[in-house]
């Protein structure tokens, strides 16, 4: 059993993506061109925006973000506590201040209340996740920051193709980014990330910036970065991004079967005005050492997202004196369960069981 099957997902669209691979070999064009100003266009028309900006990774993205919004040393930024590194780790690379904030346990997204405490005069902007593939109530968190001057950021590295209120995640924050890393719901086969704003002014800077600052050959505006998307992931990603709101749908039915018989643990919350693409299946347990002993021995893949919160990363280390509840909770008892929309009748059933007694 394979924790996300890539393979079987590559071998229903094998055709059409052998066949778009070829094509960017025999054209050899490699770096932007047609394929590339294709698929942001597939993909602001996806999402609803008016900008879709293709670059190497989501890293790449939110750091690009951040770059655009002038956001630097001196600057605070607030962002959840229990999510990947990234989102933290891109606030530092721009010589900003990770402010660390709890999460709620209904869908480990930032807890709005401890985000409006956080905020100071050095605060100018918000990252927040999209975790699990459930997008919060962004506009509401936007209009609450819209008022104090400060920038909403959506990280929708795992929520691509979900909505809420039957708006996109990456149409409703001023700025969004997301990620095309392989096991994403739209993922690509090595990394890739896209960022997304209606800005006319915002979009060509973040241009500029992923292709060395550069206004013209040879001439640099800033100090930017290499962080081009591929047009050979391009060129993948398109034919994926038709079959997506099929896997989606197809994501809600494997997602309602393990909701309907998981025992022993705490299943996914899904607000009423969301729609998860449930980027991971995941469930809160008591004893995990326990369970994880059960899965190792079945055999049965499994993944902690995430072990340990970012206020206690050594790489954060002025924070690690800092208690937050909720999001040492989750990492003590969080479990990833095998999930894609290729997972097999029977695979779901074996991890069923597992829970049974």
Same mark, same amino acid.
Do not use: W
């Given at each position: *059993? ?5 393979n079987?997902?590559? !071998? ?19 770096i932007?061109?047609?394929?590339l ?8 028309h ?43 780790e ?12 709890d999460i709620? $346990? ?24 999209? *975790?699990?593939?459930? *997008? ?8 609450? $920051? ?12 795992q ?44 979009a ?23 962080a081009? !998307? ?24 494997l ?25 991971q ?23 902690i ?11 954060f280390k002025?924070?690690?004196? !800092? ?35």
């Amino acid at each position: *059993m394979n924790f996300i099957n890539l393979n079987a997902q590559y !071998l229903a669209y094998k055709d059409e993506i052998d066949a778009e691979i070829q094509n960017v070999l025999q054209n050899s064009s490699f770096i932007g061109g047609l394929k590339l100003n294709e698929f942001e266009k597939n993909l602001a028309h996806f999402v609803g925006i008016k900008h879709a900006i293709g670059c190497s990774s989501g890293t790449s993205a939110l750091y690009l973000a951040l770059r655009a919004l002038d956001i630097k040393e001196g600057d605070e930024v607030i962002v959840p506590d229990f999510t990947f590194i990234a989102t933290a780790e891109a606030v530092a690379l721009v010589g900003a201040k990770p402010i660390f904030v709890d999460i709620n $346990l209904n869908n480990y997204n930032l807890d709005f209340k401890a985000v409006e405490q956080a905020i100071t005069s050095k605060t100018k902007a918000v990252i927040a996740v999209s *975790m699990f593939g459930q *997008m919060s109530d962004l506009k509401k968190l936007n209009e609450m $920051l819209k008022n104090k001057n400060i920038t909403l950021i959506e990280d929708g590295a795992q929520s691509f193709g979900a909505s809420f209120k039957r708006e996109k995640s990456c149409s409703i924050a001023p700025i969004s980014c997301t990620s095309f890393f392989p096991s994403k719901p739209l993922g690509a086969y090595g990394d890739g990330g896209a960022i997304f704003c209606h800005d006319d002014a915002l979009a060509q800077k973040i241009r500029i910036l992923l292709n060395h600052g550069q206004t013209e050959r040879y001439k640099h505006e800033f100090i930017g970065i290499n962080a081009r !998307l591929d047009t050979l992931q391009a060129a993948i990603l398109n034919v994926k991004l038709k079959f997506l709101e099929q896997e989606i749908e197809k994501r809600q039915i494997l997602a309602k079967i393990y909701n309907e018989n998981l025992k022993n643990c705490v299943i996914p919350k899904i607000d009423n005005d969301a729609k998860s693409v449930y980027a991971q299946y995941s469930i809160l347990v008591e004893n995990r050492a326990r369970i994880l002993q059960k899965f190792e021995k079945a055999n049965i893949p499994y993944a902690i997202h995430y072990p340990t919160p970012l206020h206690k990363q050594p790489c954060f280390k002025e924070a690690n004196h !800092l208690e937050i509840k909720n999001s040492s909770y989750a990492s003590e008892h969080i479990l990833s369960l095998p999930f894609s929309a290729f997972l097999e009748e029977r695979e779901q059933e074996q991890v069923i069981d597992l829970f049974k007694d």
